[in-house]
C-alpha cells in the first residue's frame, strides 16, 4: 500500500500549489486524486507499482514495503556478483523471466514492481558501489 506523507506534499500544504505529477503518472487511472485538502488513494485500484512515488518531487509518497532504503538494499545486495539485471514483476510474463544469454550465469536478476521505481540516485549508488554491468529487461513493460 501507498504511505502518504502529508507535510511533505506540495498540493495538500500549500492550497495553491498544483503539483499533479503522482496522478498523471499513475497507469491506474483514478487511483489518486486530491479530495477536501486530503489526498485519497483507492486501494483497490493501487497495484503498488510505485511510479508515483518515483515521480514526486518532495518524497511524498512511498510504497509500505519498499521505501528508498529498502529498494537500495536490495540492489546492493545483488552487487555480489556484479552484474544487474532489473525486471518488473508486475507486468505480463514475469513468471517466465530468464536471464538473456548476453548475461553471464554469474549474473543476478532482481524482480522489482515496476522499473520506473528506479531512481537515478540508485543506479548511481550501485555504479559507485562497483556495480559491473546493469540491464533493464523492458520485455514485460505494459505500460
Avoid at 25 to 32: N, T, V
Avoid at 34 to 40: H, Q, R
Avoid at 99 to 106: A, M, Q, T, V
Wanted: proline share 4%.
Amino acid at each position: 500500500m501507498l504511505n502518504i506523507i502529508h507535510d511533505r506534499c506540495q498540493s495538500l500544504r500549500y492550497g495553491k500549489a498544483e503539483c499533479r505529477l503522482c496522478i498523471e503518472a499513475c497507469p491506474a487511472d483514478g487511483c489518486l486524486s486530491f479530495e477536501n485538502s486530503s489526498m485519497d488513494v483507492k486501494k483497490e485500484l493501487c497495484s503498488g507499482c510505485g511510479i508515483c512515488t518515483t515521480v514526486c518531487p518532495t518524497g511524498a509518497l512511498s510504497l509500505e514495503w519498499l521505501d528508498d532504503a529498502v529498494l537500495l538494499g536490495r540492489l546492493m545486495d545483488g552487487l555480489e556478483k556484479k552484474n544487474l539485471f532489473l525486471g518488473c514483476y508486475l507486468g505480463p510474463g514475469a513468471e517466465n523471466h530468464e536471464l538473456p544469454e548476453s548475461f553471464s550465469p554469474e549474473s543476478i536478476s532482481v524482480n522489482l514492481p515496476c522499473l520506473a521505481v528506479l531512481k537515478e540516485s540508485h543506479l548511481a549508488a550501485l555504479i559507485l558501489s562497483g556495480a559491473g554491468r546493469i540491464g533493464l529487461d523492458l520485455s514485460r513493460c505494459a505500460g
